[in-house]
């Protein structure tokens, strides 16, 4: 078992610090506020209450993951930790930063890795006086839930941190594909070209919104159709992805949709926000 340090208290930190208590690590999460770090342990609480409701765990086990737990403000905390994820805003320059305060605080055999899902690890390892510890570990959302983890090699990261990482993924009961350090890895690379291209048909008008939803689920088998995914994901934050996929490849099928941003500049960003494509208020 390792101590894992998380460093940010979102929906993905607090997913990947569920993950980890369940399968017996000792989690540091930590949030920039103590009522936030507090809100989220409460968040985790009534988490791990719907697993004993819907008899997939007992008390006795929810009580052992939520005391391997323990939530700060504090960044100095990670001190103790065999690794390190940080799962901040998708902002390369405050990943950076975070990078350069991580090497300085940790001990020197710490593995600091990203959660990031399109920007770059090289240009977060070298913000370290380690960069062969560091690497790649995208869960994706919602953590708890989905089986699969991108372990992402950068051009600097040793063998044997990028076995480290896969056993803890492991540990975790997840599944891992090892991915080179190019914007999107495999599934975002993938997955957004084509909701931008089901943006780009609706401002076209080839269908309304609900029926490409129902013909990419009725055709395709999805969970769920490209908008209400959009929705799920965060606009903006499916903007940014895109930005960046198109800042490595140039391909025009990763360049924005129009209507993507002006949603985005309208504070329409989805479930967060109670509306996106479509209206979550009355819901």
Known sequence: MVALGVVGSGIMGSGIAECAALAGHEVVLRSRQQATADA?????????????????????ERDAALGRVTATSELDALARCDLVIESVVEDLAVKKHLFSDLDRLCPDPTILASNTSTLPVIEMAMETGR???????????????????????????????????????????????????????????LLFPYLNNAIRLLELGVASKEDIDTAMQGACGFPMGPFALLDLVGLDTSLAILEALYHEYRDPNYAPAPLLRRMVSAEQLGRKSGRGFYDYHRH
């Open 40 to 60: 989220t342990m409460a968040a985790l609480e009534k988490s791990l209450n719907r697993r004993v409701d819907k008899g997939k765990l007992s008390a006795e």
């Open 131 to 189: 960069p062969e510890q560091v690497c790649g570990i995208h869960f994706f959302n919602p953590a708890t839930v989905m089986d699969l983890v991108e372990l992402v090699r950068p051009l600097t990261v040793s063998d044997g941190t990028m076995s480290t990482a896969r056993a803890f993924v492991e540990s975790c009961g997840k599944r891992a594909v090892e991915v080179a350090d190019r914007a999107g890895f495999v599934v975002n690379a």
